[in-house]
């Protein structure tokens, strides 16, 4: 495990403890903490864990408490109680040193405002942690063409930040956070601020940087379709409290709550929902019609709405869908519309 958080409070303002305790014995707020204690409730008892390569995306409204938890992982802030560990290692006993070993070559962060260095030219602002570390002149140059290529900037090192486009300001500072080659990647809505456009192509980048650099990612949005788009799972906070934890389709399939209900109602289904989740039993299906299955089409669990609309509109058969090449499951088209109605009993 890379990031595990145990049990974490953050309280800004006096009686942190007293707040602590009540909270958890008279089940408090965050309004009625601020109005009874006048402090703020940022963080309240979360727990999550992040694995190798994960990219985990941490979704609220403004002041759920997503950027302070965030804060929280390599101690920006110190948390109220709780403990972070980084691979195994408490990080709340770390000393000064230690902490600037942790941010400086363990961790990471992109936030939305880049602040590059106005007086630098692009290569020496992505290779400044690198010379901070004392990174001879030419190593360090050469780790920052190459993070540039990465991230589509070649030709750009030259250049000073204010001869840069916002998406490319965003890019540079990608690029400068890759440079330290950190085992972590904290992001705090790194694309919020651009054109819907530029956005998404810097998105569609982050993912291919993702699959090839396999950085541990904790990434903070407000935008469910960002978090879809990007996240291996999903944590969605209200009001300091952590309220579900899944992948974009058991957040999507199921809600544990009305407020995360809400939060996903207007999201599209059709990339989200796979075979697997709307398929019914084989054995029921094949023993009720008795059909050669052999002339079904045929899709496999990972399968999106999709994929299978494209299938069914082909056919008239139910879509066969095999794993390993043998039959698991069957989706009709009564299942698939169950599915993208967003009925919860598919198979019936």
């Given at each position: 495990?890379?990031?595990?958080?145990?049990?974490?409070?953050?309280?800004?303002?006096?009686?942190?403890?007293?707040?602590?305790?009540?909270?958890?014995?008279?089940?408090?707020?965050?309004?009625?903490?601020?109005?009874?204690?006048?402090?703020?409730?940022?963080?309240?008892?979360?727990?999550?864990?992040?694995?190798?390569?994960?990219?985990?995306?941490?979704?609220?409204?403004?002041?759920?408490?997503k950027s302070t938890l965030l804060r929280l992982i390599n101690r920006l802030i110190e948390p109220t109680c709780g403990q972070i560990l980084i691979n195994g290692e408490d990080i709340g006993n770390l000393d000064a040193k230690g902490l600037r070993t942790l941010r400086s070559a363990k961790i990471g962060m992109v936030f939305q405002n880049v602040a590059l260095l106005p007086h630098r030219v692009v290569r020496d602002n992505v290779a400044f942690a690198l010379e901070l570390r004392h990174v001879a002149q030419p190593e360090r140059y050469e780790v920052a063409e190459r993070m540039l290529h990465h991230v589509g900037l070649s030709g750009w090192e030259d250049r000073m930040p204010s001869e840069l486009s916002g998406g490319m300001q965003q890019r540079v500072g990608l690029a400068r956070a890759l440079a330290a080659d950190p085992d972590i990647l904290l992001m705090d809505e790194p694309f919020s601020a651009l054109d819907p456009l530029i956005r998404r192509q810097l998105q569609g980048q982050f993912l291919e940087l993702s699959s090839v650099l396999r950085k541990t990612t904790v990434f903070i949005t407000h935008d469910l379709d960002e978090a879809i788009r990007l996240g291996n799972r999903i944590?969605?906070?209200?009001?300091?409290?952590?309220?579900?934890?899944?992948?974009?389709?058991?957040?999507?399939?199921?809600?544990?709550?009305?407020?995360?209900?809400?939060?996903?109602?207007?999201?599209?289904?059709?990339?989200?929902?796979?075979?697997?989740?709307?398929?019914?039993?084989?054995?029921?299906?094949?023993?009720?019609?008795?059909?050669?299955?052999?002339?079904?089409?045929?899709?496999?669990?990972?399968?999106?709405?999709?994929?299978?609309?494209?299938?069914?509109?082909?056919?008239?058969?139910?879509?066969?869908?095999?794993?390993?090449?043998?039959?698991?499951?069957?989706?009709?088209?009564?299942?698939?519309?169950?599915?993208?109605?967003g009925e919860e009993n598919y198979g019936g």
């Open positions: 495990m890379v990031i595990a958080c145990k049990k974490l409070w953050k309280i800004f303002g006096e009686h942190g403890d007293e707040v602590m305790k009540t909270v958890q014995e008279e089940g408090l707020g965050k309004a009625e903490v601020l109005e009874r204690f006048q402090s703020v409730l940022a963080v309240a008892d979360v727990s999550f864990e992040v694995t190798q390569g994960e990219i985990f995306c941490i979704m609220g409204l403004s002041g759920s408490g944590a969605i906070m209200k009001d300091g409290f952590l309220m579900q934890i899944g992948t974009p389709e058991e957040i999507v399939t199921k809600p544990v709550d009305d407020y995360v209900a809400e939060f996903v109602k207007g999201i599209s289904r059709l990339t989200l929902i796979h075979a697997h989740t709307v398929m019914q039993p084989i054995d029921a299906y094949h023993g009720a019609m008795g059909e050669d299955l052999a002339c079904f089409p045929t899709a496999p669990p990972e399968a999106d709405l999709n994929d299978l609309i494209n299938l069914s509109v082909d056919t008239d058969k139910p879509i066969l869908i095999l794993k390993d090449r043998k039959p698991i499951g069957i989706v009709t088209k009564r299942n698939l519309l169950r599915g993208i109605q």
